[in-house]
Structures are given as C-alpha cells and as structure tokens.
T-cell receptor
Framework: GIQVEQSPPDLILQEGANSTLRCNFS?????LQWFHQNPWGQLINLFY???GTKQNGRLSATTVATERYSLLYISSSQTTDSGVYFC???????????FGTGTRLTVIP | KAGVTQTPRYLIKTRGQQVTLSCSPI?????VSWYQQTPGQGLQFLFE???????NKGNFPGRFSGRQFSNSRSEMNVSTLELGDSALYLC????????????FGPGTRLTVL
C-alpha cells in the first residue's frame, strides 16, 4: 500500500512562532486531508486539498501532487494549536484514508 | 447540522468478551468508515459501509465485523477480545462518492483487561 511519511515527528514552539509540517506520499493520490487531533482524540478537519493552496485563518496548506508532498503552515502559533497533526490520503479506487504517523506539536507560552 | 456521534465514549471489557460500538453519521451521508488508533500501529482502516453493504475492508482478522442500517447508522463488533484490541475506535462519515471529504466522530476508547 501507499506510504505516508510526516516530518518532523515532534515539534516544540514558543507561542507566536511559525512552523511548517510536511507530508510525503509514495504514490499518486486522488486527494489529501489534514487533521488536528485534539487531546480528547477527536480528529478535526483542517483542509481537504488535492492540489494547490488553501488558507484558513492562521493555517494554510499546499499540495504538490506531481511531486508527492503537502505542507501545512501554522503562523503565530497559540497554545491551543498543540496536539497531533495528521495528513491522510486516498489510494487508487479505495474509499478509505491512509494516515501518516503524525507530527506532535507542543506550543509553550 | 449535527456532527458524527459515537457511543459509548468509553468502554472497559475483559479478554474473551465481545463488544459493539455505534456510529451515527452526519445527516445525508451514506458512507461510514471505521478506523482503529493505537500507539504502536497508528491510525488504520478497518472497513467501510455504504448503503448497508461493506464496500471496502482493511487488513484485520474476522473477529472485527460491522454492519450498516437503512438510516446509515453503523455498528462495529469485536468478538473474543484480546489485550491488543485496546484502542481508540474512530468512525468517519462522508457522502460516499469517491475521495470525498471524511468527517470523524469523537471516538470510543476501548480498554481490554
């Protein structure tokens, strides 16, 4: 199956700093989603982004499908941004997501 | 519009028992997928149901099964529980068309003693 790798695995930031999270995938994909998993385990949808760039407040994402990667940018980080960020992709004709291993972000005040 | 709901939120069982988890999708969504999250294996796909039919299945033993009802609600059953089945079980709903955005419920945290 498709391999989805995320980097860095862990990231510690001072409040107010910016960060870039990366997601690489081993094969062509039909779509990609970014999620934030909160401390209670819920996966919150951030972006649904097969290609191009989208922005939502302090967050933005870029997917370059031809080069098999996606980036999630967090600007002016806040303590509430802490948690684990996952990217997930669809493969081929399957209607299920393959998840990366996640990036654990800790924002300290 | 109400989000995806899962019940129960927490569950403690002992080895050998069976368990049933429930998931109600977003209104109008016809696809429900189930995922297992463990510290060692991460998030893994279990199966997907669409219009009461299992449409896709991950690489899990037959002890894991599911079904979907005519109102799109879905249940997942795990029989003969093992310690390794302790996990967060997440369900996701989508409209069901290919590669459509998936929305997740809060999960059921299962502990097997």
């Amino acid at each position: 199956g498709i391999q989805v790798e995320q980097s860095p695995p862990d990231l510690i930031l001072q409040e107010g700093a910016n960060s870039t999270l990366r997601c690489n995938f081993s094969d062509s994909v039909n779509n990609l989603q970014w999620f934030h998993q909160n401390p209670w385990g819920q996966l919150i949808n951030l972006f649904y982004i097969p290609s191009g760039t989208k922005q939502n407040g302090r967050l933005s994402a870029t997917t370059v499908a031809t080069e098999r990667y996606s980036l999630l940018y967090i600007s002016s980080s806040q303590t509430t941004d802490s948690g684990v960020y996952f990217c997930a992709v669809w493969e081929g004709g399957a209607n299920n997501l393959f998840f990366g291993t996640g990036t654990r972000l800790t924002v300290i005040p | 519009k109400a989000g995806v709901t899962q019940t129960p939120r927490y569950l403690i069982k002992t080895r050998g028992q069976q368990v049933t988890l429930s998931c109600s999708p977003i209104s109008g969504h016809r696809s429900v997928s189930w995922y297992q999250q463990t510290p060692g294996q991460g998030l893994q796909f279990l199966f997907e149901y669409f219009s009461e039919t299992q449409r896709n299945k991950g690489n899990f033993p037959g002890r894991f099964s599911g079904r979907q009802f005519s109102n799109s609600r879905s249940e997942m059953n795990v029989s003969t529980l093992e310690l390794g089945d302790s996990a967060l079980y997440l369900c996701a709903s989508s409209s069901g068309t290919a590669y459509n955005e998936q929305f997740f419920g809060p999960g059921t945290r299962l502990t097997v003693l």
